[in-house]
């Protein structure tokens, strides 16, 4: 048992490293000895969790995946109807891209053609937000005139671009600016006209 | 004349290939050779034109940031305002990502850390679409409750997303898709209520 937990911390510091490592370097020139050296164990210990460079970049995107996945579940069980949760989700996804360094890495390594990450991660959010605008749109959360395709588009593409943008300049992913982000399009959503300040 | 003309032919050829050969394979693993070889030219004219990896970037995204300042120079010069200016850039900027590759490598480039670019590109359509929101917000064809510093955060988030999304899936370059995104938008940053169809 002593043993399993001490594997099971090793692997999550390589994970973790491993994130590290490609953030910094990008995928194709991070080392697998300099994520090992950074996770502090050996090159041996690394290759008996993961077998290759790309193995430990699907765990990467793996965890990264579960982290996204638990902030629309965390999001959703508020009940407060589906655009509220809409809004709590970007500023949770947005915060963790800041502050967790495996869910950053997650979604860098989908644009990355040399990591062969795919695009999974980003599909899964565009999902869930394309799902909670529809439902919205059938549950009389949005405005007659507003088409749910269309918020959908803006939401993700407006999320996507802050993730990105967020890589060079952490004000990006501030709270400040996704909540601006929110003042300028939710009134147009609900058509319940603009919030004065 | 005519072996400048040739020379001048050979430099371009070199921007396209390179452009097409770090689109598919990333900066790193994209070879020096691969990338003459798709221009028909020997390894020692590329080394004539390009000292280095790092300088052939450098021509793609100072190429790429000739086409986006000619895209926001026509747009303004229609002669429609503000607004329509900025509607009609992101039009043409996003069909030109689709169309142009060089103009498309190099906003890929700028995420890439191995590959040195740096945030140029992004932070000039940045500042292009802040000084427009501003001169908009002055000149009176924003809606008072709207700021013009969360309608540019929100533009240049969603351009960028619409970018970076386009790379795996071109639908998001389609301009059924930003013109979406506009028809949510619009009615908001003028307040004169949506249009309806």
Redesign the interface.
Known sequence: MVKQERAARTRQALIRAGAEVF???????ASLTTISRRAGVSNGALHFHFASKQALTEAIVAEALEGVRQIVRDAGARGGGPLEALVEATHRLLHRIGDDVVVRAGF?LS????AGA??GL?REWQRWVEGVLLQAGEDGWL?E???A???A??V???????E??G???RT?LSEE?VA??W???L??LTGRG?R?H
Do not use: H, K, Q, Y
Request: glycine share 12%; net charge negative.
């Open positions: 953030a910094e370097e990008g995928f194709v020139r860098e644009d990355d053609p040399g795919g695009p980003r405005a005139e507003v088409s395709d269309d918020a588009t803006a993700v593409a407006a999320t996507t671009g802050f990105v943008l890589g060079t300049d990006w600016r601006g982000f003042d300028l399009l009134p147009r603009p004065r």
